[in-house]
Nanobody, 126 residues
Framework: QVHLVESGGGLVQAGGSLRLSCAASGVTWKTYYGGWFRQAPGKEREFVAAISYSGSIQHYADSAKGRFTISRDNAKSTVYLQMSSLEPEDTAVYYC???????????????????WGQGTQVTVSS
């Protein structure tokens, strides 16, 4: 049973930084790729960043490039999202996701991830 738990969300002023963490259990973490998605009120869930099994490949949404960094620590079964230069438009619930079924690419669409955390709220004030 794959279990993902996010932490690190909160309220921050525009221009500030936050680091989200996603701790995995019930899996051999190094065989799972991971992703971060977010959902703002009234909007669909959207891709933020994804990382391969080893961490050598990362993908970012255009909105995240240059500001966010995804990383992972397989020894700790954790994936991180370091967010800087935050803007009010980044306000959303951030979800961690993981899967292992796609062996060719690191997916960036929510439908390609079977396992999800409960989400953590990020609020950026102007």
């Amino acid at each position: 049973q794959v279990h993902l738990v996010e932490s690190g969300g909160g309220l921050v002023q525009a221009g500030g930084s936050l680091r989200l963490s996603c701790a995995a259990s019930g899996v051999t973490w190094k065989t799972y790729y991971g992703g971060w998605f977010r959902q703002a009120p009234g909007k669909e869930r959207e891709f933020v960043a994804a990382i391969s099994y080893s961490g050598s490949i990362q993908h970012y949404a255009d909105s995240a490039k240059g500001r966010f960094t995804i990383s992972r620590d397989n020894a700790k079964s954790t994936v991180y999202l370091q967010m800087s230069s935050l803007e009010p438009e980044d306000t959303a619930v951030y979800y961690c996701a993981a899967d292992s079924q796609n062996t060719l690419v690191v997916p960036i669409t929510p439908s390609e991830y079977r396992y999800w955390g409960q989400g953590t709220q990020v609020t950026v004030s102007s």
